[in-house]
């Protein structure tokens, strides 16, 4: 038999998010490659956010499971003690969250768009190369960068702006300046208004060029 892997989920992580709090990302679905659907796991320091309040606008309805340790999650106004085992089902559009109630928690999800394919956007793939590069392992996040880069579609806006981003915090700004163009010739305004006002690019602020592309 061939084609299958066994991991823990200590082997993979935990990387810190810059957009999740305190929430730890155990990044499954980038590590295994996973197609079908999406699957990531976090963990906190008791006390912490685990769950990171938010909706799933998009349609995406997803399965919390508790591996370890215990959380409170809040889904909707209903709180809901969370031992080690729990599922909670959250559909598309409900509000959620969950803290860390004891050390080592760990909770999983799992989700997916009824109806559709999963398409990866690589958000998962973004925390863990951020994460490697502030702890000075930059050509480790860049490596993590390239290869999402080119596991996406020519016509997506997503890589090469987040490339851009990377490399305007921690590498080279012409590399950043190449990126940046790549994604606004494949995306609308709306764009250009979000990279205004992106921390991320702060440091190409002064640069002539910023107001000649990004105005």
């Known amino acids: 038999m061939s084609g299958y892997e066994i991991l823990s989920l200590d082997e993979l ?17 980038s590590r295994l490659g996973l197609r079908a659907f999406g699957a990531n796991a976090w963990t906190a320091e008791p006390g912490k956010t685990i769950v990171p309040p938010h909706e799933e606008d998009s349609g995406n309805e997803e399965l919390y499971v508790v591996v370890r340790g215990r959380a409170s999650f809040t889904v909707g106004d209903e709180p809901l ?34 109806g559709q394919p999963f398409a990866a956007h690589g958000w ?10 502030r702890a000075g392992r930059v050509e480790q996040g860049r490596a993590v960068m390239r290869a999402l880069a080119e596991r996406s579609p020519e016509d997506a806006w997503e890589a090469p702006y987040n490339l851009a981003c990377f490399e305007a915090r921690f590498g080279d700004p012409e590399l950043a300046w190449d990126h940046l163009r790549r994604a606004f010739a494949r995306a609308t305004e709306e764009l250009r208004e979000f990279a205004r006002n992106d921390s991320d690019l702060a440091s190409l602020h002064d640069d002539p060029r910023w107001q000649e592309l990004v105005g």
């Open 13 to 29: 992580g935990p990387y810190a998010s810059e957009n999740h709090g305190d929430a730890l990302l155990i990044p499954i679905r």
């Open 81 to 114: 003690d969370a031992p080690a085992g729990t599922l909670v089902h959250v559909p598309p559009g409900v509000h959620r969250t969950a803290v860390a109630e004891e050390p080592r928690t760990i909770v999983l999800a799992v989700g997916g768009t009824p």
């Open 124 to 133: 998962d793939d973004v925390v863990v190369a951020f994460a490697e590069a």
